[in-house]
């Protein structure tokens, strides 16, 4: 998101020196919105409009810049007050940016950070990609659970400045073992009684994942308990982070567009479109393409089995293309719609039989009427009224397998544990191509002899 | 989600009224979870438990159980105990199940709500499906900006038992406008200076969205600046509800699988696919599989033109398929690279130089490596090698080609004001397939004379 209103101020303020004005800038807006009007700026002359306000505030519209500003400041601004801004970042974005520095230059800086963070941003390196661990943040509001509700406000108000957000307030024995949790609003709805300890307060039943857990998982459970955070625990149910709704939601975007990939046959990217290497995205197209160029070379196959038909009757070529993409598009309508549903978890495997019999009604539907359509092109084409008949008849038989096939074939791949999105349209497509092919050849000899 | 462990303690208690032990396990465990317990007995029973606990937990777990066990309670038991745990419930969930109720029903429980209630569910009932004011809740703390830090505790212990969690405070003049936001951890940090007034401290740069804004643009604005719920204003800025984060990973959910579902060609369901009508299922697939249809039409139209060669090199009729299905993948392919990026933001229009310029550099790439494949193939059923090179020159040109317009055309739909997605993967491979015949037999006719 670009705002290019006030650039010209912005570079005028800089040019003079104005440092009141561009305190204002800075402290006036929302910070996210504070960024969108600096978004056009160089990331050197942004840095330097930061340098009027606050380290708190100035790590805050920080966050909101587009990575290749972060990334540039990073590597090239005063590592002394490069340094102070990592500091000042929630220690999950932290992590996710030093991964992008230069050995050297993460030498560099975390040199000149104090002892704990850089602790915690080395412990945090360690968790692999799309495990909670690598998703958590290590700020969170810890209370020992012998304080009383009084007690707890006046730790927490000492521990807010370091904290993003208040989520939950989770209650913990000395060892810093998770016993319990309590929300914002039962604190406060017990100041009226501020001798109750947290003990005696908490929910003791707290749902927790544990730092070697996917990132499905995570998302998973805080959507099914409507969570706004979810607590990290090691081995030894140590609380050593929260996961918050914000990198939940980019997880579930993250998964759907993964499916959403899979589902047109190409290999999950681990960056975005625009950023992925070109090698890289031929590679996670190509492995698809040439397995589902093999899968097409048995349509020629199959093709040549018919020699004879083909030669007799070459107006029954007309209509293959026409044939397959019938059979083609609805199998994918269906494999889309099954492998959606089961990742929204509406659809389980236990649901087979209802699937099957909806996909039988609902192709006899379609297969029905395109297969009307086809007869009456194919009065126009074909030699005779009974030849006629190859069409329409292939094109129903045609869709209820594209109907069955598209089905099937996800929940067998999830009945084998394999991802459905695996069964992708494509590969739907090239199955039902053969028998594409096979049906219409074999109708055209049942019913032409 | 179901659990079973539980479930014949559970009849066991129900059979013998043992009142202690199911208030007990109502209240041990976290509500999600309780729920999952219960998830397998009969609504009635279900309901039977739930009244041996508070009202407030009652909805709580209530709020767990799915769609078809909430509304049989709704329609089954005691208008008197349902009007009361309706009364309970958080305002945007009630006005969805009330929805889904018969009118009779629903007039009857109406009448047992306080008129406060029943206005509420009127006035959030009256906002069209996918606006704002649909998926807000009217559940939100207000303070008067007069008040001081410690009074706004005191105003807080007050309102937090209506409350279902506190995300922000929200701070209002005299007529209920939104004039700023104060968060739990600045209050928090403020209690040292009990004596500052809330307009002092709170952000007045505040982002809302009206009523009447579009869901996507509510979770846009949510993920763009990170919030944990976003203020819901009337045209006179007002302040009349939130929309919270968990209703936000819902839209993005939605979303995506609308978009997952037009890619595939079919137009979005208002339902689950398990409980959408049959008849609406046919028809939102049956029009675009009836327009795909014309497309594939014109195939054979194309195939017409080139008799002649058809009947003479009959072999060329085998790797119609082939040819086909490399074009509409890797078009497949790229059309949905280029829709998911720029659903996500990733893309935007501008960047369709960029774009290009890499679809042709991996075109090539795949195109070479799949013509390739096709060589070799051919040079077995060709009659000659000259022949042969008939099929890896289409194979270049025709993936050429799909990687081309999967990519342009979203672009140029998007370009149009209409939704990327419409340009579905059949819709392309349609295209496609028409450019693969046309160009398949002039390469024939420039190879072979």
């Not at 005028?12 to 800075?26: S, T």
């Not at 340094?83 to 974005?93: K, N, Q, S, V, Y």
């Not at 479109?273 to 197209?285: A, E, S, T, V």
């Not at 039902?432 to 109708?443: E, H, K, M, T």
Request: proline share 4%; with cysteine; glycine share 6%.
């Amino acid at each position: 998101m670009i705002n290019t209103l006030f650039l010209p101020e912005l570079r005028e303020m800089l040019e003079f020196q104005q440092a009141g004005e561009l305190k204002e800038f800075c402290e006036a807006l929302n910070p996210g919105r504070t960024a969108e009007y600096m978004a056009g700026l160089t990331p050197a002359e942004a840095w330097q409009v930061l340098q009027h306000t606050t380290p708190v505030l100035r790590a805050e519209i920080f966050e909101f810049f587009d990575l290749d500003h972060k990334l540039a400041i990073l590597n090239d601004q005063d590592p002394q007050e490069v340094a102070e801004l990592l500091g000042g970042l929630p220690a999950d974005d932290r992590v996710d940016l030093v991964q992008e520095l230069s050995e050297q230059r993460v030498a560099r800086l975390l040199a000149l950070l104090p002892a704990e963070d850089r602790r915690d941003i080395r412990r945090l390196q360690s968790f692999a990609e799309g495990t909670a661990g690598a998703l958590m943040t290590t700020e969170v509001a810890k209370l020992d659970e012998r304080l009383t509700v009084r007690e707890a406000f006046d730790e927490l108000s000492r521990q807010a400045e370091q904290l993003e957000t208040i989520y939950y307030l989770y209650v913990v024995d000395e060892s810093e073992r998770l016993r319990g949790v309590v929300s914002g609003r039962q604190l406060v709805s017990s100041l009226a009684r501020p001798n109750t300890r947290l003990q005696d307060l908490m929910e003791t039943d707290v749902i927790v994942v544990e730092t070697s857990d996917d990132q499905e998982k995570v998302a998973e459970l805080v959507e099914r308990y409507n969570m706004l955070a979810i607590p990290v625990v090691d081995k030894g149910r140590r609380l050593v982070g929260i996961i918050t709704h914000d990198d939940v939601i980019d997880v579930v975007r993250e998964e759907l567009t993964e499916d959403a990939h899979r589902i047109a046959a190409v290999a999950p990217l681990e960056d975005g479109y625009l950023r992925i290497n070109l090698l890289q995205l031929g590679w996670k197209r190509g492995i698809w393409l040439t397995i589902l160029f093999f899968a097409a070379l048995l349509t020629a196959i199959a093709l040549r089995q018919f020699d004879e038909e083909l030669e007799k009757y070459t107006w029954l070529v007309l209509f293959i293309p026409l044939i397959i993409s019938s059979g083609g598009n609805s199998g994918t309508q269906s494999a889309t719609l099954v492998i959606t549903a089961m990742t929204s978890g509406e659809v389980r495997i236990r649901d087979w039989r209802t699937i099957l019999l909806r996909e039988i009604v609902v192709g006899l539907m379609l297969g029905g009427f395109l297969g009307l359509l086809g007869w009456l092109v194919s009065l126009a084409v074909a030699p005779d009224s009974t030849s006629a008949l190859v069409i329409p008849i292939t094109v129903l038989a045609v869709v209820m397998s594209g109907c069955l096939c598209g089905a099937t074939l996800p929940l067998i791949f999830k009945r084998l544990g394999l991802d459905p999105a695996l069964m992708s349209n494509p590969f739907v497509a090239g199955i039902v191509d053969i028998l594409g092919i096979v049906i219409y050849f074999n109708v055209a000899r049942g019913v032409m002899g």
